[in-house]
């Protein structure tokens, strides 16, 4: 009995053990994930300070045509005719698909009969009624008929106008993208159709260069259809209202030359004035979202997320016109691992000039 007594006494105690032991171990990997959540991160900054920026400024344009069309049928029905010279000038108004409208042809020639009938008759009552032969309400009738047959005509010459696919004005047609028999609807795409000169660029500038803009002006176009040769554009219109995503104002200018592809990639430049001061940071230093950017500044050794908006772009940096002051921690690299209000250790403290170079 006391040797049995003596065993549970052991055996609990080594329970105890057991279970001190794992309390402990525990413990320390709730101290060590604890310690590593509460190490700074290690990120490199800039100072913010301004620095001269020319005003030769270079945007991100697209050539578009001066008119474009997407050619559908106004009704649903099999396609009887089709007419898509791919990659040909077809002048306005010439036919390009027609749907099947058999049955509307049959529904005006049933018109045009009746009609026929009606104004023999009104002519009929009509010669009556001056001789009081009839009285007024019959005569009326017979009017209504001819005029109520008329209004069915021209609703029936619509409805056959709408299956007639017509080219809207002279210009090329593109792919052809239905076949003579298919079924198609007013979702149906059938070709393209768009101007073949007059060639325009569309881009985009911040606002704070809109009043640089005006019509008539002048900027220079570069693109690699061209091997990089500048040709000139006049601008013709601005937006008048500013992306409340972007900041930024929409512009149209028309080729000098009217010659381009629709769609293609371009550079635009033009000269907003003399040289001026501003905080320039390095494009990565940017985080973007839906509606704007923002910059990680390191305020009391806790990094702070904040709003800025954006001007000038050049190759490696972008001007900051406001969020930001001169003498500012600007994080710029480790900037997808800081958190907002997380503590962060500085590593370097480094400058515009050698961050270009180490991306060069």
Do not use: W
């Not at 099947?100 to 045009?112: C, F, P």
Request: one cysteine or more; charged letters at 20%.
């Amino acid at each position: 009995m006391v040797l049995l007594d003596q065993r549970a006494i052991h055996i609990t105690g080594l329970c105890c053990l057991l279970l001190l032991s794992v309390a402990c171990h525990e413990k320390k990997n709730k101290e060590d994930a604890k310690s590593q959540g509460n190490q700074p991160t290690i990120v490199d900054v800039i100072i913010a300070d301004t620095r001269s920026v020319s005003n030769n400024i270079e945007a991100n344009g697209t050539i578009v045509p001066n008119e474009y069309a997407e050619l559908h049928p106004e009704i649903s029905g099999r396609i009887t005719f089709l007419n898509v010279p791919e990659g040909a000038i077809v002048e306005k108004g010439t036919l390009i698909a027609r749907i099947n409208d058999a049955d509307l042809q049959a529904q005006l020639e049933k018109s045009k009969v009746l009609l026929d009938l009606y104004e023999k008759t009104e002519q009929r009552d009509r010669k009556l009624l001056d001789i009081n032969g009839i009285n007024q309400a019959d005569y009326d009738l017979a009017l209504n008929n001819v005029n109520g047959t008329k209004a069915d005509m021209a609703y029936t010459q619509a409805q056959i106008d709408k299956a007639a696919v017509r080219a809207p004005f002279t210009g090329t047609i593109g792919l052809r993208q239905v076949s003579i028999g298919a079924y198609a609807t007013p979702a149906t795409l059938i070709a393209t159709i768009q101007s073949p000169d007059k060639m325009r660029i569309d881009f985009t500038l911040p606002e704070n260069y809109a009043h640089n803009l005006k019509k008539g002006g002048v900027v220079e176009v570069v693109s690699d259809a061209n091997n990089g040769t500048r040709r000139q554009a006049i601008i013709i219109a601005t937006e008048p209202q500013v992306s409340q995503t972007s900041r930024n104002v929409k512009v149209r200018a028309l080729l000098s030359d009217g010659k381009g592809r629709p769609g293609a990639f371009v550079k635009v430049y033009f000269n907003a004035g003399a040289e001026s001061k501003a905080i320039m940071v390095p494009t990565n230093a940017l985080i973007p979202n839906d509606k704007n950017n923002q910059v990680i500044l390191v305020k009391d050794g806790k990094a702070h997320l904040t709003t800025v908006q954006t001007g000038v772009r050049e190759a490696n940096n972008v001007e900051v016109t406001s969020g930001i002051t001169v003498g500012d921690t600007v994080v710029v690299t480790g900037v997808l691992f800081a958190r907002p209000d997380a503590p962060v250790k500085v590593r370097q403290v480094k400058t515009l000039e050698k961050l270009v170079a180490a991306q060069q």
